[in-house]
């Protein structure tokens, strides 16, 4: 294979479009890029991915896979900042916003500083800088 494997966009299966939109423009700062029943897609900032909200089923649909299941998925999601502070102030934004801590921001024994949240739908994220 020639060509190296990049992340375009990560997409998200929601039960509520709507809210999901809420949650990561409205209490995240993420900007919407483009917007339609049932899907949308954000711009999470220069040089990454995009994010794509998807209704769940329908997500479920298009790989083929039952829409049933909760719980932890395997997967969570990362932004990598230089301050303690930006930690703190993202997970306060999506407390804000509708989400929920997972695990509380606190010193790691490695040096580093982080924390979880999930979004509405339940999708984690971590927040975390490496000093």
């Known amino acids: 294979m020639n060509t190296k494997l990049q992340v375009s966009a990560i997409m998200l299966g929601v ?24 899907f949308a897609t954000c711009l999470l ?14 997500v479920a649909k298009d790989a083929g896979v039952p829409a049933e299941g ?3 998925r395997g997967s ?11 930690v703190d102030e ?9 989400g929920t801590v997972v695990n509380e921001a606190t010193a ?3 040096g580093g500083y982080s924390g979880y949240f ?7 994220w971590k927040v975390a800088t490496a000093s």
């Open 108 to 110: 790691a024994e490695w």
């Open 118 to 124: 999930s979004d509405p739908d339940g999708h984690l």
């Open 15 to 38: 039960q509520d479009v709507e809210r999901a939109k809420r949650f990561y423009v409205e209490g995240l700062g993420c900007a919407l890029e483009k917007d339609y029943p049932g």
């Open 90 to 98: 993202v997970i306060q934004a999506a407390v804000a916003a509708g």
């Open 70 to 72: 909760s719980g932890f």
């Open 45 to 58: 900032g220069d040089g990454t991915s995009k994010l794509a909200l998807y209704e769940w089923d329908a």
């Open 76 to 86: 969570s999601l990362h932004f990598i900042t230089d301050s303690r502070e930006v």
